[in-house]
């Protein structure tokens, strides 16, 4: 699984790999509207990407085009697994001929995503060895709290298709939780962006910085873990990261989050989108939250009870 | 010259080409100290990796491996010529031979740089076109104060060994004032890390944050160019550089200076080396600047001035 690096949050003009350009720059390129052959069947341009990406992830990776240096070790990034733990979980969704083909899949992503839980369950690593061993240095050290929230509710969609609610309390205890009591920042609030497991200064400089995603990531996988179970500690925390969220990084003059705060919750970029933030992390955190405030308000125990007949009324009734 | 982008501050984590690691991977492994066969020559070694470097650069940069995306504009980053002219400074200095052989590469890059000076003289911009041309979007509006004035420097060793004195005052009006004016914060003092032409918020996280090598370039840059001329507002800059970051960089605990301070000068990572915080630009910088200093204070205008002989002692002499 090597040559993927953070994948999922890539430094800024990072190239894709030769072959990948190679196999998708055309097609990409062919999606735009034009006249000319008709446009490919959407579902199976995805089926074949994702075989493609399985190959990278499982088999080589090296027709992505990033050459490991001599000395380099073999590490793996939580990124890896957990995105393609997500893609199983979309594709399988509304299918369930794709669900039976990628349930193994689904099985492998989540052990490996589950051997970054590290030092005797009390920290989520972002880099792991090949087996699954914490790494030396500031590398092996390195911790990303919206990461680890984010893959615990991409675990906990796993739990829920495989039925396990030993993994599932696992999953809320390692993946949420703990990442939570560790990430949020006891002074301003807010979840850090990077920190390192030894409490040492991270070499990241944005390290302190109050990014939107891991808000948006928080929000959805406590009121996931809230709506599958009841426990009310992740209802609370869903309230304080939704209160944080909308009084720090919402713009009530011109609308839409902003994306940069500062440590001390001052937004530091005013821009609403740019090479990360794009249209993703906000409308699908927005969408799921009202999905699942829905649904839980539409249960009969949480529905509003039925008005108390007025005792003075009654005899008119 | 293409494929190259930030080479000078690349990203955290970016390999380097396959092509470099299969030619350099070996060469450096084989530069620890061991039993065996001699040591290569390390001139003729630092020789022929240049002579490798041109050819990327104005030849093929197709062996770094960095794939191009379909669609990419061609762009120059600032970064490529500005760092091969400094190698051509630093291979000629002592060596009249290497000197004459890269003459014309010389002159080369300093055209290269300077036709990054956009805007009717208004703006240095780090990437341009192929032809010279300011860029679209914030790629063509991006600013980095710190290497607009360390190419300064460059350019004020080449105007020195080219004896060219429009040039020399072209580079300190467009390379040095331009960029402090623009770059130094207002507020707060200090260098900025990135800027927008148009003044709109950049797209790096860390724009604000105030990082130490911009001001060790720019007491450089400001004590050459006073050095060589003798205006007294660059040295009353070098000055004003100079106070903010023996105030701001330096731990006057445990020595050494701190790499990353916010905005508003608080130290934001503690660690004083780092990814891209080695033992390079701050003894550059001191060495520099003592040996300039020394040299200014050695001229005979200003040498101190003979002692006034004490008229109450006069009798006794």
């Not at 205890?173 to 200064?201: I, M, N, T, V, Y």
């Amino acid at each position: 699984m090597n040559g993927w690096g953070e994948m999922a949050h890539p430094p800024q003009g990072q190239a894709l790999g030769a072959q990948q350009v190679r196999t998708w720059g055309p097609r990409l390129g062919g999606m735009q509207p034009q006249s000319g052959p008709p446009l490919p069947n959407p579902q199976s341009e995805a089926v074949e990407m994702m075989d493609q990406i399985i190959h990278w992830v499982r088999e080589d990776p090296s027709g992505l085009g990033r050459p490991q240096l001599p000395g380099a070790p073999a590490t793996e990034s939580m990124a890896v697994p957990m995105m393609l733990l997500n893609l199983v979980d979309q594709l399988g969704e509304e299918d369930e001929e794709l669900a039976g083909k990628y349930a193994e899949l689904g099985d492998w992503c989540a052990q490996r995503v589950l051997q970054h839980v590290q030092r005797d369950g009390q920290a989520v690593l972002e880099h792991v060895s090949e087996d699954g061993e914490e790494l030396s240095g500031c590398l092996g050290r390195h911790q990303n709290p919206g990461h680890a929230l984010e893959a615990g509710w991409f675990l906990l969609r796993h739990t829920h298709r495989r039925g396990d609610p030993a993994l599932r309390a696992h999953v809320i205890d390692k993946f949420l939780l703990l990442p939570f009591r560790s990430g949020w920042d006891p002074e301003h609030g807010g979840l850090f962006s990077f920190q390192d497991a030894d409490g040492l200064c991270p070499t990241q400089l944005e390290w302190a910085m109050k990014l939107w995603w891991p808000h948006s990531e928080a929000m959805i996988a406590f009121l996931m873990g809230y709506s599958d179970g009841g426990d009310p500690t992740l209802l609370h925390v869903f309230y304080q990261v939704a209160e944080y969220t909308f009084r720090q990084f919402r713009d009530p003059e011109y609308g839409e989050w902003f994306g940069y705060l500062n440590r001390e919750g001052k937004v530091a970029l005013t821009i609403k989108g740019g090479p990360f933030k794009g249209c993703f992390h906000v409308p699908r955190c927005l969408a799921m939250c009202e999905e699942m405030l829905s649904a839980l308000l539409s249960r009969p125990a949480l529905a509003p009870a039925r008005p108390v007949p007025d005792p003075a009324r009654r005899g008119a009734e």
